[in-house]
């Protein structure tokens, strides 16, 4: 069973930068998928970045060049450094991962971790 649990939310002010860590257990493959999701109040959960099993790396556009995903395969941890956070980034963030060991890169999240609340003010 996966458990991914989620730490680093927090507030701060517009400019600011926060690392969110999601830590995952119960992944016994090197070929899963890790991502982070986001939803803010009255509205859709949000892809904000994804790393496939191919290693490749998406990010949603209103976080490209701000935003930055680090992940290590080895103790199964994906880090979410966000630089220049503005309000419009304040929401729940959610670790996300596919933990099954396929060739195909494709994606489908269906672990989630509890979510760590960060909150940007302006």
């Known amino acids: 069973q996966v458990q991914l649990v989620e730490s680093g939310g927090g507030s701060v002010q517009a400019g600011g930068s926060l690392r969110l860590s999601c830590a995952a257990s119960?992944?016994?493959?090197?070929?899963?998928?890790m991502g982070w999701y986001r939803q803010a109040p009255g509205k859709e959960r949000e892809e904000v970045a994804t790393?496939?099993?191919?290693?490749?790396?998406r990010y949603a556009d209103s976080v490209k060049g701000r935003f930055t995903v680090f992940p290590d395969n080895t103790k199964k941890t994906l880090s979410l450094q966000m630089n220049n956070l503005k309000s419009e980034d304040t929401a729940m963030y959610y670790c996300?991962?596919?933990?099954?060991?396929?060739?195909?890169?494709?994606?489908?999240?269906?672990?989630w971790g509890q979510g760590t609340q960060v909150t940007v003010s302006s």
């Open positions: 119960g992944i016994f493959t090197w070929r899963y998928c």
């Open positions: 996300a991962a596919d933990s099954r060991s396929l060739i195909s890169s494709r994606c489908d999240f269906t672990d």
């Open positions: 790393i496939n099993r191919d290693g490749a790396i």
